[in-house]
Nanobody
Framework: QVQLVESGGGLVQAGASLRLSCAASGRYFSSYIMGWFRQAPGKEREFVASIGRSGTDWIYADSVKGRFTISRDNAKNTVYLRMNDLKPEDTAVYYC????????????????????WGQGTQVTVSS
């Protein structure tokens, strides 16, 4: 089983940057594709970004492309989400997630393919 713990959220002004971290338990972190999702108040949870097992195969939602960067450090069992030029519409609870370790598909943006979830970290962007 995998446990995920997000950190790095906070309250910032529009245009600021934040780096979110997601620390994973276990010895086989490199076996997992990792994703970031977010949920704003009153809205459905939406895909943000995903990254392949080796730190490549990046996928981004159109709303964050060019501003956010997903990365991972397998030696530290950690995945990151660097968020630049934050906008008020980025305000949400951000979750990291992982599918089964043997997941062999490529539908990384579909939350139904993720089975392990963190509890989320709040990001609030003021205008």
């Amino acid at each position: 089983q995998v446990q995920l713990v997000e950190s790095g959220g906070g309250l910032v002004q529009a245009g600021a940057s934040l780096r979110l971290s997601c620390a994973a338990s276990g010895r086989y972190f490199s076996s997992y594709i990792m994703g970031w999702f977010r949920q704003a108040p009153g809205k459905e949870r939406e895909f943000v970004a995903s990254i392949g097992r080796s730190g490549t195969d990046w996928i981004y939602a159109d709303s964050v492309k060019g501003r956010f960067t997903i990365s991972r450090d397998n030696a530290k069992n950690t995945v990151y989400l660097r968020m630049n030029d934050l906008k008020p519409e980025d305000t949400a609870v951000y979750y990291c997630a992982a599918p089964l370790s043997y997941y062999s598909g490529s539908d990384y943006s579909n939350q139904d393919n993720y089975v392990y979830w963190g509890q989320g970290t709040q990001v609030t962007v003021s205008s």
